[in-house]
């Protein structure tokens, strides 16, 4: 009986792993998007972003998102790229900003996947020059 519990577990951690990657932007997409001068945005906690954050990445924290002024938030014509720590609440970000933008907003991920595709963004970047 307890192997049925476990097996179960495991599978409902799968299905929650499968369903987190499909909501990312693919690797090569968002490079695309950063060469075209896309906005990257940070939706972690004012204390996490103060500790750590990408280079040129903007402070939108998701618990602000619902409430912040039109006005307060990048500009609309521009991709928007988020991340966050594991890249759970910047899908949340998605789903709350995509429908107030004239441009598409999509999920980097996690802070580290994040990081991979900036820095593999200059790479090309300084490869095309």
Request: charged share 25%; glycine share 6%.
């Amino acid at each position: 009986m307890q192997w049925i519990v476990i097996v179960l577990l495991l599978l409902i951690l799968a299905v929650i792993l499968v369903l987190k990657r499909t909501g990312l932007i693919a690797v090569a997409d968002a490079i695309t998007h950063l060469k075209n001068g896309a906005v990257v945005a940070d939706v972690r906690t004012r204390r996490e972003f103060e500790s750590e954050h990408l280079a040129g990445a903007i402070h939108l924290p998701l618990g602000d998102l619902k409430t912040t002024p039109r006005e307060a938030m990048p500009d609309p014509d521009k991709v928007l790229l988020l991340y966050c720590y594991s890249g759970g609440r910047s899908g949340m970000a998605v789903r709350i900003l995509a429908p107030k933008r004239r441009a598409p907003v999509f999920n980097l991920g996690s802070y580290e996947r994040a990081a991979r595709i900036l820095a593999a963004a200059a790479k090309k970047d300084l490869a095309g020059k």
